[in-house]
């Protein structure tokens, strides 16, 4: 069982806001907060992600594609 409990609810809209929720040998679950306009640097991941938008869109580059992820 994973208990995240409400933090993603408390997580602050200030910039960029990484917060790890939880992290095992099987998966890294990461709750991330963008505020308007906010940029989330460039990066690889060596693993492959699952996104979810719950609020707002954001424009996701990967690939040399950008792709508007809304809300859900």
């Not at 993603?8 to 998966?27: C, D, H, R, Y």
């Not at 505020?35 to 990967?62: C, Q, R, W």
């Amino acid at each position: 069982m994973i208990d995240i409990d409400n933090t993603i609810a408390q997580q602050p809209f200030n910039g960029l806001q990484i917060e790890q929720l939880v992290k095992n040998t099987s998966l890294e679950i990461l709750s991330i907060s963008l505020a308007k306009n906010a940029i989330f640097p460039k990066h690889t991941s060596p693993k492959d992600a699952h996104l979810i938008v719950l609020e707002g869109s954001i424009d996701f580059y990967i690939e040399n594609q950008s792709i508007n992820l809304m809300a859900q």
